[in-house]
């Protein structure tokens, strides 16, 4: 490997810690500011007013949000172990295989889970209920899915190149 190559790999190491210890603070953020949060919604939107299954919405969407923000946190951890587990020299190994994997699952669920949400807010939006500030938790579901399916491929050839290693070890 060359320098340059070195340099990259070191970089992307730390923008992938960078952007996991971010995805942390912001998962903590919102599930101990809470409180305040729903009460804010509520007092804006007045969503407990006569209508008792109102109040439901935004803890549920909220909960979303959450759950999102967290799969996002163990997305970059899965990438920090790869990036761990990964040698250069001999990548075609099953470890890093099954990480790919686990990695496609994960965006996959993020995206499938985003797009939910995203019609839910949509379908509440054409009631009336504002979800406006949620919805940057799950706009990006499409980039996800499409994501997963491209890192899927990547497992796929990760694995056919790890068949065809087996294969090259027991001919000579």
Same mark, same amino acid.
């Given at each position: ?43 804006k @939107? ?11 919405i ?10 999102? @923000? ?15 587990t ?9 470890p ?19 797009y ?14 504002? @979800?406006?500030?949620?919805? @940057? ?20 050839i990760?694995?056919?190149?790890i ?8 001919t000579?």
């Open positions: 490997m060359t320098k340059r190559d070195n340099l990259i790999l070191t970089g992307a190491k730390v923008i992938t810690w960078l952007i996991f210890i971010g995805l942390c603070i912001q998962a903590g953020v919102l599930l101990f500011n809470y409180p305040s949060i729903s009460a804010a919604f509520n007092q @939107t007045a969503v407990t007013g006569p209508d008792n299954h109102n109040r439901w935004f803890p549920s969407m909220f909960s979303l949000a959450v759950f999102i @923000t967290f799969l996002k946190a163990y997305l970059f951890y899965l990438v920090i172990r790869l990036m761990q990964l040698d250069i020299s001999n990548p075609f190994q099953l890093v295989a099954m990480q790919i994997s686990k990695i496609s699952k994960t965006t996959f669920s993020i995206g499938l889970i985003s939910i949400a995203f019609q839910s807010a949509r379908n509440m939006d054409h009631h009336g209920l504002i @979800t406006g500030s949620l919805n @940057t938790f799950w706009g990006d579901s499409q980039a996800y899915i499409l994501m997963s399916a491209i890192i899927y491929i990547i497992a796929l990760f694995k056919r190149g068949e065809m290693q087996a294969e090259n070890d027991l000579i």
